[in-house]
């Protein structure tokens, strides 16, 4: 069993910064991917930013250049750093974890979500 922890979050204006954690723990041979989505009412979920094994990151072009994912896979940890909070970053935010099993076997795991509101 593998679990993910989330915490941060809350209410930003706009231009403010506010930071996002997440650590899994459990039966992890190899955490494959660690990073965070983020869904919006009414809209499907979408990748934020995304961790690889030797810190390689990926970061949707919507926060290019304001959000910044840091951390290790190795630790089983990532940071999201969210600077020039706009209103179209409100959403609910969401950890995941693509984790190799002793079995081989590659799942994904999802943290319970934390509210990012950002206000005008």
């Known amino acids: 069993q593998v679990h993910v922890v989330e915490s941060g979050g809350g209410l930003v204006q706009a231009g403010g910064s506010l930071n996002l954690s997440c650590v899994a723990s459990g039966s992890i041979f190899r955490m494959n991917t660690m990073g965070w989505y983020r869904q919006a009412p009414g809209k499907q979920r979408e990748l934020v930013a995304l961790m690889r094994s030797g810190r390689r990151t990926n970061v949707a072009d919507s926060v290019q250049g304001r959000f910044t994912l840091s951390g290790d896979t190795y630790k089983n940890t990532v940071y999201l750093r969210m600077n020039s909070c706009q209103p179209e970053d409100t959403a609910v935010y969401y950890c995941?974890?693509?984790?190799?099993?002793?079995?081989?076997?590659?799942?994904?795991?999802w943290g319970q979500g934390t509210q990012v509101t950002v206000t005008v």
């Open positions: 995941n974890a693509n984790v190799m099993l002793v079995t081989g076997i590659s799942n994904d795991y």
